[in-house]
């Protein structure tokens, strides 16, 4: 074991972030740290990082090991280029180098005793020279730089004019080459494009330390972790394997908690009805059998309700109008900024119902194209065309489509003046607005809590083509995969920007690949890309495929098949149904002979005669056993129709 927490526990206030949180993690381990946005992972990593003192229990970390940490924001030395920044890492080994050609310009010189303490010197700072690798120090840099995203041409550019995400690029690059025995890596991917995710997924996957990972990207963590630390509700929870086993475990026993709650649930109900009707019937041995189920729903132990998953925002996205069957039609497409183009002559067609990811390494122009087709920024050249009925809704990364100085309230009733209050409160609680938090200011919100907003409005648009630029960036796993399934069913037509895989995986139709060399098709989503984009000759068809012909048979013929068994089920249920009507009747009806059986055994010219005693007797003794028959029987149907509902 490298690394272990114990009874974590953090509060700000009264405000509860971590709870006892336990867990540890083993050498050359690579384990995520996931939960809802926050859930307290950031805090977590501060706290495992020594950044952040808990309120309650300890970090240990395994004697000698060294740690590095990815943190969300970073501080630089701005006066250092790119390269610089990261030679500096490996300045213990460079000094050696220094010291390595001075002795060789010294030993020119020297004789005696004197050379020999060099060249014993010179051999001895040799041998830890190469046993630090030192000669591969600068391809290493170099190797890394490229792989997290940067040209060369990049290198020498100072950290001070950087952006953001160039910044975190950098600080990641400089921890990788730090190489220490324990990396933690808060949103790694963020700001990295496709291709230096997958360096870094193998970088990771290869690397010989423990890493310890925060982020969203769930393809990113299925390809890298083997084990997954969950925060919810302020605890933690591990599961083994990658976030897909994770996701199919936690869904799993969340079914069971449920089914089991559910079980039980609808045995108490089973029980009060029996209850109900044996009380109904008024007689002495259904009042005993009552009184004795009540007392065996006293002892029940309730099984504990999993929680609802009302903490994620609903999302559910109609178009009002249908389009055309032709979108968007661009041919000829060119954009640059000075002296760089961007793109040249791009050509694109859109057609109704397709999920399209435009894809591409960082720079090439993805977003450029969607400002483009919404008229924020002119192309050099190019025609845009769309087609009848075509309604856009644009989601924008940077979220120009909100009034900083508007409160979340004023954006939504200024946008659409007609809605009422209680119909604007309504749309922002389902997006997690409630309360007093619909009048924050926009300008006050984080990244998450803005995206949400533009969603709200894109929900309530009447849009019939959206248009997304990085739609999960800021969302947490549950929100994306909320919006997965919001996209994936949306009857109308969707063009978007991303880098998250598994969002393109699980949403796409059709990928577009913008580079250098232009743009490239193919239908399908992001795994059947990955295979088809180094196959020679390979092309995109816009046609459908003799797989989708058959498989459009096969739907035909699943439905007939189907509406059958439908039918089928609707007759069984009726047939139940009526069963309990006469199991209900039988029982009425003799409970209206016993009571008149037993009225007549009041009258004395009964009761003193033995023939008409008897039969009355033997009468009462068989409705008896037959009631007792009829009830077990009524319970059976009960719970079968209940098993039903």
């Not at 330390?209 to 969950?230: N, Q, S």
């Not at 409970?591 to 004395?604: C, S, W």
């Not at 005669?609 to 068989?622: M, N, Q, V, Y």
Request: glycine residues 6%; charged residues 30%.
């Amino acid at each position: 074991m490298i690394l272990s927490c114990h009874q974590i526990s953090l509060s700000y206030g009264i405000e509860v972030i971590l709870d006892n949180v336990s867990f540890h993690i083993e050498e050359h381990e690579k384990a995520a740290i996931t939960g809802i946005n926050g859930a307290g992972k950031s805090t977590l990593l501060d706290i495992i990082s020594g950044l952040l003192s808990p309120d309650s229990g300890e970090v240990t970390i395994a004697k000698g090991k060294t740690l590095g940490y990815l943190q969300q924001y970073q501080e630089f030395d701005a006066d250092l280029t790119i390269y610089e920044s990261l030679l500096q890492i490996r300045q213990d080994v460079l000094s050696i180098y220094d010291k390595l050609r001075r002795l060789e310009q010294d030993m020119k010189t020297a004789q005696g005793s004197r050379l020999e303490e060099m060249l014993s010197s010179y051999d001895r700072l040799n041998h830890r020279f190469e046993q630090e690798n030192g000669y591969a120090v600068q391809s290493e840099v170099t190797g890394i730089l490229k792989g997290l995203g940067f040209a060369e041409s990049e290198f020498s550019k100072k950290l001070s004019s950087l952006s953001g995400g160039q910044k975190t690029r950098v600080s990641l690059g400089r921890i990788l080459l730090k190489k220490p025995d324990i990396i933690l890596l808060d949103e790694p991917t963020n700001h990295l494009d496709l291709h230096s995710i997958a360096w870094l997924e193998g970088f990771l996957q290869n690397y010989p330390g423990t890493v310890v990972i925060v982020a969203h990207d769930r393809y990113f963590l299925d390809k890298v972790v083997t084990k997954v630390i969950e925060i919810e509700n302020h605890h933690a929870r591990m599961y083994r394997g990658n976030y897909t086993a994770f996701a199919d475990k936690k869904k799993q026993l969340r079914e069971e908690q449920l089914r089991a709650w559910m079980n039980q649930q609808q045995e108490i109900r089973h029980q009060q009805a029996v209850i109900e009707k044996l009380r109904s019937f008024n007689r002495e041995k259904s009042i005993k059998r009552a009184e004795s189920r009540e007392k065996m729903l006293e002892k029940i132990v309730p099984v504990d309700k999993p929680l609802q998953i009302d903490e994620y925002m609903h999302l559910s996205l109609t178009p009002d109008v249908q389009s055309g069957n032709e979108v968007m039609h661009i041919e000829d497409l060119s954009k640059g900024f000075g002296n760089q183009m961007l793109f040249r002559q791009i050509r694109m067609d859109i057609r109704r119902g397709e999920k399209v990811a435009l894809i591409g390494d960082n720079g090439t122009g993805k977003t450029t194209i969607l400002k483009i087709i919404n008229r924020i920024i002119p192309p050099d050249t190019g025609l845009i065309r769309l087609g009848s009925n075509v309604h856009i809704g644009y989601y924008d990364q940077e979220q120009h489509n909100l009034d900083p100085e508007k409160s979340i309230f004023d954006e939504i009733s200024d946008s659409w003046p007609s809605m009422d209050r209680t119909r604007i409160r309504s749309v922002l609680a389902a997006f997690l607005f409630t309360g007093d938090d619909v009048f924050k200011r926009i300008g006050d919100l984080s990244g998450g809590e803005r995206a949400r907003v533009s969603l709200a409005k894109l929900m309530l648009s009447d849009a019939n083509f959206l248009i997304l630029d990085e739609p999960t960036n800021h969302l947490d796993i549950a929100s994306r995969e909320i919006l997965e399934n919001a996209v994936a069913a949306y009857s109308g037509t969707v063009l978007y920007v991303s880098h998250d895989r598994y969002f393109i995986n699980r949403t796409a139709t059709r990928i577009l690949e913008l580079s250098e060399n232009g743009l490239a098709g193919y239908e399908g989503n992001y795994d059947y890309y990955l295979e088809k984009k180094d196959t020679p000759s390979f092309s995109s068809s816009s046609g459908v495929s003799v797989t989708e012909q058959t498989a459009g048979k096969e739907s035909a013929s699943s439905a007939k098949l189907d509406y059958h068994q439908q039918k089928q089920e609707q007759a069984r249920k009726r047939k139940l149904e009526n069963q309990i009507k006469k199991t209900e009747a039988r029982i009425d009806e003799i409970d209206t002979r016993l009571a008149e059986i037993d009225e007549l055994l009041t009258q004395e010219e009964i009761y003193t005669d033995p023939e008409k005693l008897l039969p009355l007797t033997k009468e009462r003794e068989a409705l008896d056993e037959e009631q007792l028959s009829m009830m077990q029987t009524w319970e059976d149907l009960q719970m079968q129709q209940e098993e039903d509902s």
